[in-house]
Structure formats: structure tokens, C-alpha cells
């Protein structure tokens, strides 16, 4: 083989060739120069990443990290006497591929700094376009999309003349990732579809079929959609024994997702076995644990959840990127902080909420972290969850994801009728659920109910009795008759709530209110009217069936019942009239009802 360093290695899904590890292997014990063996011993970090996925050592992860930790410090530390940039470099770069992992997080922004400040110096073009992709990782890690956009730029003007295929691919999925992250969704499909078949006969991790399955894998999920990839991830879960791990996880979120809950508690208490130890701490553990903490979420499994919690705090400013920038999962804040509210810790919940919300532009990821911080806090700040999940449904509902908008709406629907908001109105099964300020009824369905609810959802507009009941025919000739609108038994009544409200020590705005309107229904109990003789009938009929629905109404909730008694005008033309001028949501949750 050439004395060009295995990068590649690390990248791809686990490959690591027995013979090309042996190779290095011995390239370190035959190296003379001291050049030589730092090269050597970075080549043999890079070609052992995978070894223990392979079962090519019998080293467990720990183990293998800290042999490739050693090999690495010596070969940095030739590096640096040498005082050679190429070889720094080169030393650097292999820190990064062959710890690549969540314990390699912290310190990796240092070296990625150093690379930039000596890439000037360095010869070599592989190693130049090394460490911009490093660059626009490290922007995609902490959701930073302009600076990526720029990144990606100063990258693709890097490589354009270059004859490394895959360098001057590799722009397009990191387009591609951004376009999924704005909510471009079908641009961003588009675009992994078109870089692995424009370069299908091109070797190389960025342009596997794995990565075009994951972001149409992302895009189902955002669109609700992943019962349609399940059968594929079982069969690429089934190809992948390597890395089995991660495509369990992979499915058991998806059956979880849709619904198969056992299914997907079968695979997950498999996985959660001493807290997860089965998640080896490669370049895929962020990512793997991101899905595990939604699984525990869609299971409720508070148990394993705070086992996921615990893991995932660390790194709950950072975005669970998958490899080198080509898709992306969004928020790890996202995860931990509902994972934190299922957990009872809702102050915990706030901040990381906040931080995310408070950090990141608009797009799927905010707009879904929005919907998780209203589903947190509708019991504890109900007001606050209202709010939420309103922004969230309208913004889902922009980007098209009409599943997860409808489950905004959903839990909006929720709080409303638990009296968090304006009043509401819903009809289910034949039967009417009204929710106010002043309180709440259930009451069966029925001609007065459905003339009341039109009023209710209409403050303020007159409606003429014959657009709450077109039975009547108002070309009927007109007749004169003179009646009360109150007939003896109602004025009566109407009269002895006066006195009883006119002798309270302390009445209620909704007392005077209701005052107001039983003086001004007595004000007018008799009067002339010239109408068909079946226009009357109707005011009649409309009058009576609104009063039996509030009478129904009110022996469910007396404060309701008289709220409506005082806002509910009947006659000719029949008007709500609320303090407040709040209309009520109506809901028909069967309208063929």
C-alpha cells in the first residue's frame, strides 16, 4: 500500500481489514525515521478504529481507545519536535478520526483551532480540505448554520480542482443537511439521492446508502411517516451485524414511534441493559443515545429515561450530528430537557428548553422543541403550554409536517377544555363539551345546543331566528299578533332573581351582569310584532329550545348556566353578547353528526 494514511478507515461504517491493520502495525516496528513511526502509528489508530466492532482484537472499546490514545500522544509528540506542519497535521487530524467519539468532545474545538491556525503552512491538499470539513462539523455540532453556510463555502472553493471525487461531493450532504435542518425537507432527499447516484461506482462512507437511508429515515419521522421505512430498517439492521447497535436502536424508535410499543420495549430493555453499556462510545453514540432517550420518552420508561438523562446532560448544547455533518438530528436540549420534565425536574427542563429555543434559529427541530416544551409544561404552566403549542402547531403546519401540527393542535384542543383558554365547545359521539372561565358541562346533543353554539362561536352578531332554524319561510304573508316574549311563568321568575340579586351585600361583575339583562328582558315582555304567523312560531320555537339548553347547561354548572342566561338575547334576532367578547373554538369531532 502507498504511505497514505487510512482516513477513510474511521468514516465508513465498521471495515476494518485485518491485513490493513496488520500492515500498519508493522510499519511501526519497521519505521527508522522518526518521521516514520509517527506516521506509523497514526495509520495504525486510523486502521484500528473499528477493530473491536470487526472482533478483530479482543481488546473491548475502553481498551482499544486507550492503546490508540497512546499510539497518537507519541506520534503528536514527534510531531511537535520536528516542528513540521504536514506532520503536525497529520498528528492532529489523527487525534480527531481515531478518538472520534463523545469523550473527545471537549477538547475538540482546541485542535481544530490549531489545525486552522497552521493550514496555511501545510503542502498537502488532502490534509487542507481535512480540516475545513473538521471546520463545518464542529459549526453543525453546535447548530451554528451561517458560519456552516460560510464553512461550506470556503470548502467548496477549496476543492474545486481538485480529482478527489468525494471532496468536491461532499458539499452537496452538507447542503443537503443544512436544507433538512431549515425545513427544506424534499431538497435535502433530493440531494442525498442524487450525490450516491451520481457517484455509485466512487468508494467512500460519504456516499453510503446508509446515509441516504438515515435522512430519509429523519424526513419520515418529521412528516410522521416511519411506518413506511420500518421493513427497511430491519433489513439493513440485518446486513449490519457490525453495527447492530445502532440500527436496534434505530428500529426500536421507529416501532415506538408508530405505535408498536412491544415490540419496541423488546428491543429497548435490550439496550438499556447495564445503563446501556451495548452503546459502544464511538462516533455514533451521541446519535444512538439521542434515539434511545425518544424511545424512553414515546415508552414512558422513566427509569431508562433518567439512565439517558444522565449520559446526555454533558452534551445537551450540541447538536447529535451523524458523521461528518451529512445528516442530523437536532437538538440534544430537545431530548434532555423532556427527558428531564418526565423525570419530575421541570427547572432542569426550563433552562435546557430555553437554551435551545433561545440559541437556535427557526426549523423543524425549534418548532418540534416548542411542542415538547408545551407537552412539559401543561399540568405545571398550563398558560405557558398554551402559548407553546399554539406557535408550534402554526409553525409545523408552515413547513408542511401536518402530522406534528396536528398533535399541537391536539394538545391545544387539551387545555382548552381543561379551561386554560378562551371558551370551547367540542362535540364528540353526540355529545357537547363546553368549557368556560365560569365553568363546565356535558350535555347530549340537540336543536338548542346547536343554535347555542353558533351563537357562542359568533360574539356580538345578530343572527335572525331563521338562520339559527331554516324550517321557517320568511316569504310567508305577515300577520299581526301580540304576545310576550316572556310568558308568565319566565317573568315571574325573572322578577324574583331581580329582588335576590338587588339584596346582595357584595355582587359579582356576573350578578350585575345578569341583572342587566333580566331588566331588560322585563323592560320589553310585551310589545307587537307583524311577521307570518310561522315566523313567530319559529322565534318561539328558537326561544325556548335556546332556554332548555341553558337550562340543561346550568344544572351541570350554575356559574356557566348564568353566564349565559345574562349574555344570550332571544327574539327575533338572537345575539351573544360577553363581557369579555371572547368567542368560543367549536369543535365537531364527527361532523357527519
Keep these: 500500500m502507498s504511505g497514505r494514511l487510512p482516513w477513510e478507515t474511521v468514516e465508513t461504517f465498521p471495515s476494518t481489514d485485518k491485513s490493513l491493520l496488520t500492515e500498519w502495525a508493522d510499519k511501526v516496528d519497521a519505521a527508522t525515521t522518526p518521521n ?11 486502521a484500528s478504529y473499528w477493530a473491536v466492532a470487526e472482533g478483530v482484537t479482543d481488546f473491548t472499546w475502553s481498551e482499544a481507545t486507550e492503546a490508540r490514545k497512546a499510539d497518537l500522544a507519541e506520534a503528536l509528540a514527534i510531531a511537535r519536535r520536528i516542528e513540521s506542519p504536514d506532520l503536525l497535521a497529520e498528528a492532529l487530524l489523527g487525534v480527531l478520526y481515531a478518538t472520534w467519539g463523545p469523550d473527545s468532545l471537549t477538547n475538540r474545538t482546541e485542535i481544530v483551532e490549531e489545525l486552522t491556525a497552521i493550514r496555511d503552512q ?39 480542482d481538485t480529482e478527489m471525487v468525494l471532496f468536491r461531493r461532499r458539499e452537496i450532504l452538507w447542503r443537503a443537511c443544512i436544507a433538512m435542518l431549515d425545513g427544506r425537507i424534499d431538497e435535502s432527499v433530493q440531494a442525498n439521492q442524487d450525490a450516491i447516484s451520481s457517484t455509485a461506482n466512487t468508494a467512500g462512507s460519504p456516499f453510503s446508502f446508509q446515509n441516504v437511508a438515515i435522512t430519509i429515515a429523519i424526513e419520515r419521522y418529521l412528516r410522521r411517516g416511519l411506518d413506511d421505512v420500518v421493513i427497511s430498517i430491519r433489513s439493513i439492521r440485518a446486513s449490519s451485524p457490525r453495527v447492530a447497535t445502532n440500527w436496534d436502536t434505530g428500529l426500536a424508535f421507529a416501532l415506538s414511534e408508530v ?39 414515546n415508552l414512558d420508561d422513566r427509569e431508562a429515561g433518567r439512565g439517558v438523562l444522565e449520559q446526555l446532560l454533558p452534551y445537551a448544547e450540541l447538536d447529535a450530528t451523524h458523521g461528518s455533518g451529512y445528516a442530523s438530528y437536532g437538538p440534544v436540549g430537545r431530548v434532555v430537557a423532556s427527558l428531564a420534565a418526565q423525570s419530575g ?35 405545571t404552566n398550563p398558560t405557558g403550554a398554551l402559548e407553546d403549542a399554539t406557535m408550534a402547531a402554526a409553525q409545523l403546519g408552515e413547513l408542511g409536517l401536518e402530522g406534528w401540527a396536528a ?3 391536539s394538545l391545544i384542543e387539551e387545555l382548552r377544555l381543561a379551561g386554560h383558554a378562551d371558551p370551547i365547545a367540542r362535540l364528540d359521539n353526540q355529545r357537547w363539551t363546553l368549557r368556560h372561565p365560569t365553568g363546565s358541562a356535558e350535555v347530549n346533543s340537540g336543536v338548542g345546543i346547536d343554535h347555542l353554539v353558533q351563537l357562542l362561536a359568533h360574539p356580538g352578531r345578530s343572527f335572525k331566528v331563521s338562520e339559527l332554524d331554516a324550517t321557517v319561510d320568511p316569504a310567508l304573508p305577515g300577520e299581526t299578533t301580540a304576545e310576550r316574549s316572556l310568558d308568565e311563568t319566565a317573568r315571574i321568575s325573572y322578577l324574583q332573581r331581580v329582588g335576590e340579586i338587588e339584596a346582595l351585600a357584595n355582587a359579582t361583575p356576573q350578578d350585575q351582569e345578569e341583572l342587566l339583562f333580566l331588566k331588560r328582558e322585563l323592560a320589553g315582555s310585551a310589545y307587537f310584532v307583524s311577521v307570518s304567523t310561522e315566523a313567530e312560531r319559529t322565534r318561539v320555537r328558537v326561544t325556548k329550545a335556546l332556554r332548555r339548553a341553558i337550562d340543561d347547561i346550568a344544572n351541570h354548572s350554575t356559574p356557566l348556566g348564568q353566564h349565559l342566561r345574562s349574555t344570550i338575547e332571544t327574539g327575533r334576532k338572537c345575539l351573544y353578547h360577553p363581557a369579555s367578547g371572547a368567542a368560543w373554538l367549536v369543535i365537531r369531532s364527527n361532523p357527519d353528526s
Aim: avoid cysteine; glycine fraction near 4%; charge should be negative.
Design 345 to 379: 425536574n421541570q427547572e432542569v427542563a426550563e433552562k435546557h428548553f430555553d437554551h435551545v429555543l433561545s440559541t437556535r434559529a427557526a426549523g423543524p427541530w425549534t418548532s418540534l422543541t416548542l411542542l415538547n416544551r408545551a407537552t412539559a409544561r401543561r399540568i
Design 122 to 160: 501545510i503542502s498537502d491538499e488532502e490534509l487542507r480540505l481535512r480540516i475545513l470539513e473538521w471546520v463545518v462539523l464542529g459549526y453543525l455540532d453546535h447548530a451554528d448554520l451561517d458560519n456552516a453556510a460560510i464553512a461550506i463555502e470556503h470548502f467548496a472553493d477549496e476543492s474545486a
Design 259 to 297: 405505535g408498536q410499543d412491544q415490540q419496541a420495549a423488546e428491543l429497548f430493555s435490550i439496550l438499556a441493559k447495564e445503563d446501556f453499556a451495548a452503546v459502544p462510545r464511538d462516533l455514533n453514540w451521541l446519535v444512538t443515545m439521542q434515539l434511545l432517550g425518544l424511545i424512553a420518552l
Design 36 to 46: 516514520g513511526r509517527a506516521r506509523a502509528l497514526i495509520g495504525r489508530a486510523l
Design 407 to 409: 398533535e399541537a393542535s
